[in-house]
């Protein structure tokens, strides 16, 4: 327990730091969970994006089904890095998994396979 006062001041701070950080990085969990969830059950408009270009090339505004989750994951994941959830380069590598999920999705029903065999990366 601390006695001098700049320290229990501390202890407030970070419990303070500790509280936001943890409710920031579970939402970055929880948009990247709803990403892979919409990759696994896709819809027909998702699957009607069949040129991953379609994805990346599109406004929030316009945005729908899949277009939508994978823009406010991508924003999640961009503001966790400023706000110093997660390093940049972890930031990268998230994003860059995420995207090689959608293009899979993307080009095994462009194959005429099914979408639910994505492999687990």
């Known amino acids: 327990m601390p006695n001098k006062a700049s320290a229990i001041k501390r202890v407030r701070q970070t419990e303070r730091r500790n509280a936001v950080n943890r409710r920031n990085r579970s939402r970055l969990r929880t948009f990247i969970k709803k990403l892979r969830a919409a990759l696994r059950k896709p819809t027909a408009e998702d699957l009607a994006l069949v040129e991953p270009k379609k994805l990346s ?24 890095v400023q706000k110093g959830i997660i390093h940049r380069n972890t930031a990268a590598r998230y994003k860059s998994r995420l995207w090689h999920r959608i293009t899979t999705v993307l080009n095994q029903h462009k194959a005429g396979g099914t979408a639910s065999s994505t492999p687990s990366a």
């Open 57 to 80: 090339g599109v406004k929030r505004k316009t945005a729908t089904g899949l277009q939508k989750v994978y823009l406010d994951a991508i924003s999640v994941i961009d503001k966790s």
